[in-house]
């Protein structure tokens, strides 16, 4: 059993590891395989070794989930497109549920033993460790002179191959640094939901570290958010940035106003003094590159300057549906050539591009999208196609202006399964996001209670902004969410719980 154990953690933390990153469908299947096969396995053969008892597991699995997962299993019946759900469901529907499983599964199975915050958040900052290393190797030539180019693996280890072939001559010969690269990613938001979960967990490291006063801890914590922004910055994810700053700041109020009325004296926790000097200089040293980056990332992407003029243009344009149907109309563009005739024509010709899939366009997405959700309660198909397939229905032809999706999850998740889903769906996430508010007024419940809420909490925002309730992203969500909580439940029924939540963190 303290094989399969092992088995299991490392599978649980290779899982979230990968689930971000592109072109890993076929691993991340088959570990989500693998760890169900676990569960059930123990599940039947051996539910007397559980750590959590089934009994209690089962009942307190939540009413809204158990609705939400019987409300996928029912829809394909009355769906527009009731073959298309079928299929979805099949898909990632059934992917996300037992991605629920496998959290569940990992208390059951691992108990207080299981991975900790400080693990969770190694694991989620995986993809931008790898972000990070492919973007030295090019900076410094490993990788060729258009490595730039390089979007696989098998790309890139090609072009180390032939680097190594020729005696690495390329190296030593810097290179402009490689803003704007995204190693292996062709969307930045993989590595930007990656560094705002991960940001989210370090965050908590660091909190607790400071409270202890725990220098080294803090310093590692430190650096450890320092090393996402970086490279969300060079990925250039404004979104990324917006949230992960926006990440940090809600714990820090977190800290603030809900852990301060908690004693965590009671729970054994130690003050060991004020930060040394050696400390306090690798904090701000740390703090000092995260501005450094930060800058030449600003200063270089012109979107962080044209983007007020996109957002204002996305919101006040008259009729969005029919512009993203039949496109600008050109008195209207005439029109806003001459409100910004102060500018330059590059900057003019940035913002009317930011009409076609850039901060414009996305708000005339949400606003066309939302008139489709009231006309269509019912929703499509269960897919993520379901505002593409609605909009060139609605326009009669393919869109001028053709998006995948609205880029607001709220409003795909309505179109693909009805009015009804989305409000149980969104009942789900707030009710892990209220539990995990409730949880930290104990201190025995604090570090777990805190990740509940922050990721609860960062999920329901960013699906304002983009679409994000589909595929492994939906896997992203319940497995943390679904491990955190579960972790708070076995604090709760365990009367001989009384180990300081540093202990849990850092094993």
Same mark, same amino acid.
């Given at each position: ?96 549920? @037992? =991605?629920?499983?496998?959290? *569940? ?8 033993? /299981?991975?900790? +915050?400080? !693990? $969770? ?101 430190? @650096? =450890?958010?320092?090393?996402? *922004? ?8 404004? /979104?990324?940035? +917006?949230? !992960? $700053? ?123 999208? $939302? ?137």
């Amino acid at each position: 059993m303290e094989k399969v154990s092992t088995l299991f953690k490392w599978c649980f933390l290779g899982y979230l590891a990968i689930l971000p990153m592109s072109d890993t469908i076929a691993l991340r299947n088959l570990l989500l395989l693998v760890l169900v096969c676990i569960v059930l396995a123990c599940l039947v053969l051996a539910p007397k070794r559980s750590k959590l008892p089934l009994s209690n597991g089962f009942r307190l699995v939540p009413w809204i989930l158990a609705l939400w997962a019987l409300y996928l299993f029912v829809f394909p019946l009355f769906a527009v497109q009731a073959d298309v759900a079928w299929q979805n469901l099949k898909g990632q529907w059934i992917e996300s549920l @037992l =991605a629920w499983l496998v959290g *569940f599964g990992a208390v059951m199975l691992l108990g207080r033993q /299981g991975p900790s +915050l400080w !693990a $969770l958040a190694l694991a989620s900052a995986f993809p931008l460790a790898i972000h990070l290393s492919l973007c030295l190797f090019g900076w410094v030539g490993l990788l060729g002179e258009d490595y730039q180019s390089l979007d696989t693996l098998g790309g890139i280890w090609h072009a180390f191959s032939r680097q190594l072939h020729t005696g690495f001559e390329a190296v030593g010969k810097w290179r402009d640094f490689p803003l704007g690269f995204r190693g292996i990613e062709p969307m930045h938001g993989n590595l930007g939901y990656a560094a705002c979960q991960a940001i989210a967990l370090f965050g908590i490291c660091f909190f607790l570290a400071w409270r202890e006063r725990n220098q080294r801890r803090l310093y590692l914590a430190t @650096l =450890a958010i320092a090393i996402c *922004f970086s490279s969300i910055l060079i990925a250039r994810s404004r /979104g990324a940035v +917006l949230f !992960a $700053l926006l990440v940090l700041l809600v714990t820090g109020a977190v800290y603030r106003f809900r852990w301060s009325p908690v004693s965590m004296m009671d729970s054994g926790m130690k003050k060991t003094g004020p930060l040394s000097i050696k400390w306090s200089i690798g904090v701000i040293g740390a703090l000092c590159m995260l501005i450094l980056v930060a800058y030449q990332s600003v200063r270089h992407d012109a979107r962080w300057h044209s983007m007020m003029d996109k957002v204002q243009l996305g919101l006040f344009l008259e009729n969005p549906l029919d512009i993203l149907c039949e496109g600008l109309p050109l008195e209207v563009e005439s029109r806003i050539r001459d409100q910004l005739a102060d500018h330059s024509p590059d900057y003019i010709d940035d913002v009317l591009g930011g009409l076609k899939g850039q901060d414009g366009g996305r708000l005339l997405l949400m606003r066309a999208g $939302l008139g489709l959700v009231f006309e269509h309660p019912n929703g499509l198909d269960g897919s993520r196609q379901s505002y593409q397939k609605l909009m060139e229905n609605k326009c009669g032809h393919t869109p001028r202006l053709h998006f995948a999706h609205s880029h607001q999850s709220w409003i795909d998740l309505s179109l693909a399964l009805g009015w009804v889903g989305v409000l149980l769906f969104a009942g789900v996430m707030f009710y892990f996001m209220r539990q995990g508010w409730r949880s930290m007024e104990n201190s025995n419940f604090l570090a777990f209670g805190t990740a509940l809420f922050l990721l609860s909490a960062f999920w329901i925002t960013r699906g304002m902004v983009d679409s994000v309730y589909r595929e492994h992203y939906l896997q992203m969500q319940a497995v943390l969410l679904a491990y955190a909580y579960w972790r708070i439940q076995l604090a709760k029924g365990d009367k001989t719980f009384s180990v300081s939540p540093s202990i849990n963190l850092y094993p």
